[in-house]
């Protein structure tokens, strides 16, 4: 019986652990996994749907694609009216009837972990000679069915207790075809906390992956160097003798080449932990921290336990080494009000963290949140976002939007972060204040909603340092936002508005003289040595700037090496 496993990622980067660990169940050869993107035209993706005959059809479905899935289900099911069409994942668990009364082409749905319910179905549609009539009657734990108006729920499938013996979810020689794109891996399932707002909270006692297994599936992606595997592990860290068993398996197997990305409890870290997390290669690691609120009332309200000073010294501290480190807001919270999240933004900005998502709430199926009743209203369709609760009005979080794009704009990608955390630095206080005006800025306008590229994002920073800021506090920024537009690019064309140029008299003998790799690293060496002076000439800048990178008054000559190593040295004085 031929099966195909469909889901509409939000990238094209992304892939789909959940088709994986559902094929690997099944006998080999049958089934088939398409991946498809939200972002396709819904022609598109039905016509390669089609292209692949066969007897099921099991979709994912989570917030970012329920609305296209939908559309695309009622289609084939007009092109395939005896097939099977079944349906998973946190999208339609938590509402099964209402889904598929919403949803007649769909015949099932199969509720929870699938790896267990989707074997067993297989097993009894294969011995079945017409599945789709045979289906409704069928006794499989976990499976929700509709049938010419009548629905019907199967009792539930406890959790899966033993996840070392569910297979490797990637085949032979996937890895390689796969390397450039995102990969997930799981080590365990479930959370020790119970946040009002997340699905994790509900699916009870944390369960592992033993130590030796796990090590033996990194070793899997090592050995093919696959560009950055995410855990999808809730609250990786919630076992010490386990992190560290497994942060040293990648420190002592690195190959340089891939990155592994890890949800974390920052306030857990041992001292231990911190120094190994410190230890590592740059960029080997990326750590995300879910800070949400420092509120202490809001933090009681969706029931998060932490230890805040703990968590806000490791996260600042882990900021500064060689961990890329994001950390996690959400708007929208009990009484979290105006003045209450801008306190929450101004503290955890001053982690500098490298990157700081200004996330939204939620109201997710199945959570405590989907079934508490309060004064805030959330929109009707995925992805339920909160519209106004008795603490934020829209205009709040229409404000909270535009503080947001700047956010993103000119933080999290990388385009200001001299300028804007000396700005931090300089008046804590006042960053959320600095962000709102940026967005009032672009608002007036008239920029707000149009895409900027970086030349026009870097004029317009410029003009409004020029209009808000004044003194040696003006200069200071200015000379920083021109360290950040070196930083970004090659300034052989400098801007109308940049007041530092680049330096080009002297900067080939400079490069000549072997004073430039007695300031690099041996591995920035190598890189070094791949080009000669001449080409490095087309790919550096000079300048001289009043102040260090940081916004010390101390004037700094700084080389600018674009390429491979896109990196700032600072030359002796």
């Known amino acids: 019986m031929k099966t195909l496993l469909v889901t509409l990622n939000s990238k094209f980067t992304h892939t789909s652990l959940a088709l994986r660990c559902l094929r690997s169940v099944l006998p080999e050869g049958e089934a088939e ?20 005959p066969a007897d099921v059809y099991a979709f994912s479905v989570y917030i970012f694609n329920r609305t296209l899935t939908c559309a695309i289900l009622s289609d084939l099911r007009k092109i395939r009216p005896r097939a099977v069409i079944l349906c998973g994942g946190p999208e339609v668990s938590y509402d099964c009837e209402a889904f598929l009364r919403e949803n007649p082409a769909v015949d099932g749905i199969l509720r929870g972990e699938g790896e267990e319910t989707f074997a067993h179905l297989h097993r009894l549609l294969s011995a079945a000679q017409n599945p789709r009539d045979a289906l409704f009657d069928l006794d499989c734990p976990a499976l929700s069915v509709m049938k010419n108006g009548r629905f019907r729920a199967n009792s539930d499938r406890p959790p899966i207790c033993d996840l070392d013996a569910l297979p490797f979810p990637y085949e032979e020689g996937e890895l390689e075809q796969l390397r450039s794109r995102i990969l997930y891996y799981e080590s365990s399932r479930g959370c020790p906390y119970t946040c009002i707002y997340c699905l994790s909270s509900v699916q009870g006692k944390v369960r592992f992956r033993s130590v030796e297994r796990v090590c033996a599936d990194l070793q899997k992606f090592l050995d093919a160097k696959v ?20 942060w040293n398996y990648l420190k002592e197997h690195d190959n340089g080449v891939t990155s592994f990305h890890f949800e974390i409890a920052a306030w857990l870290l041992s001292e231990e932990e911190m120094i190994l997390l410190e230890s590592l290669r740059p960029g ?55 003045a209450s999240f801008e306190r929450s933004f101004n503290t955890v900005f001053a982690l500098k963290s490298h990157c700081l998502q200004l996330g939204f709430l ?52 990388g385009l200001c972060t001299r300028l804007l955390s000396y700005l931090a630095d300089q008046n804590p206080d006042g960053t959320f204040a600095f962000f709102r005006g940026l967005s009032e800025e672009s608002e007036k306008r008239g920029e707000f909603y149009l895409s900027q590229t970086p030349p026009k994002a870097f004029a317009f920073m410029a003009d409004f340092l020029k209009e808000n800021l004044s003194g040696s506090l003006r200069a200071t920024a200015e000379a920083l936002l021109c360290y950040d537009l070196f930083i970004f690019d090659r300034c052989h064309s400098p801007a109308s508005w940049q007041k530092i140029l680049p330096q080009r008299e002297g900067l080939l003998e400079l490069l000549k003289s072997g004073m430039v790799e007695a300031l690099l690293t041996e591995e920035q060496r190598q890189v070094y040595s791949e080009m000669n002076s001449l080409q490095w000439f087309r790919n550096a800048d000079l300048a001289t700037f009043p102040c260090d990178e940081k916004g010390n008054p101390t004037p700094r000559t700084v080389l600018f090496l674009y390429g491979k190593l896109r990196i700032a040295v600072p030359l002796p004085q």
């Open 33 to 52: 996994i398409l991946e498809c993107t939200v972002n396709q035209p819904k022609d598109e993706i039905l016509r390669q749907i089609c292209a692949r």
């Open 227 to 246: 560009r950055l595997v995410k855990f999808v592990d809730r609250t990786f860290n919630c076992g010490k003798e386990r992190t560290l068993a497994l």
């Open 284 to 338: 080997q690691v990326l750590l995300e921290v879910g800070i949400q609120s420092t509120n202490p009332e809001t933090l009681a309200a969706i029931t998060r336990k932490t230890d805040p000073q703990r968590l806000y010294a490791n996260t600042a501290r882990l900021s500064q080494g060689p961990c890329h480190v994001h950390t996690d807001l959400i708007a929208g919270l009990p009484y979290e009000d105006p």
């Open 362 to 413: 939620k109201r997710l199926k199945g959570t405590a949140l989907w079934n508490r009743e309060d004064e805030a209203e959330y929109s009707d369709t995925p992805p339920y976002e909160i519209l106004k609760n008795r603490w934020l009005s829209p205009e709040d979080l229409s404000v909270l939007k535009g503080v947001e794009k700047m956010l993103d704009r000119y933080w999290n990608s």
